[in-house]
């Protein structure tokens, strides 16, 4: 499953004046702050695609915002600065539920739209009645009879 969002920069920076710290705590993790604000020099964009990202994956998930907190989705970047996403309470749930194995995040933005992109990555598995697991990666099976396995169809 594919997520895709795109957010305009002068309106998470119109909230963000408007509401501020209750904004950036409720939407952002203090170390998605802690980027934003002491590592970047672009606040705002880098803001924005973060809330970009965020909608980007719930749309991936299926679920939208519907169960799901701002927080739940939390957007980390290894040690050359690619972004991951690492999901939390609700997210993590809807996650492991579905099978997902890894979610790929891209993010890009320019001086006044923030985009993001994020791609499933879903383990090739079914647990069996028993509770064990069951490969379905080497199995004959189609793409479209594997997902409707997992129920995605």
């Given at each position: 499953m594919v997520g895709l969002d795109l957010v305009e920069i002068?309106?998470?920076?119109?909230?963000?004046?408007?509401?501020?710290?209750?904004?950036?705590?409720?939407?952002?993790?203090?170390?998605?702050?802690?980027?934003?604000?002491k590592e970047s020099k672009r606040i705002y964009p880098e803001l924005s695609a973060r809330f970009a990202?965020?909608?980007?994956?719930?749309?991936?998930?299926?679920?939208?915002?519907?169960?799901?907190t701002w927080k739940d989705v939390e957007v980390v970047r290894n040690a050359l600065g690619k972004p991951g996403i690492v999901l939390h309470e609700r997210a993590k749930g809807i996650a492991d539920q579905l099978g997902i194995k890894q979610i790929h995040i891209s993010l890009s933005h320019t001086e006044s739209v923030a985009a993001a992109v994020a791609l499933i990555e879903y383990n090739l598995y079914n647990i069996a009645e028993d509770g064990e697991l069951e490969s379905i990666e080497d199995d004959t099976?189609?793409?479209?009879?594997?997902?409707?396995?997992r129920g995605l169809q």
């Open positions: 002068s309106r998470i920076q119109a909230v963000t004046e408007k509401y501020g710290i209750r904004f950036l705590q409720r939407v952002y993790t203090s170390q998605e702050l802690e980027y934003c604000f990202a965020k909608e980007a994956v719930v749309k991936s998930l299926g679920t939208g915002m519907r169960g799901v099976e189609t793409d479209e009879t594997a997902l409707h396995i």
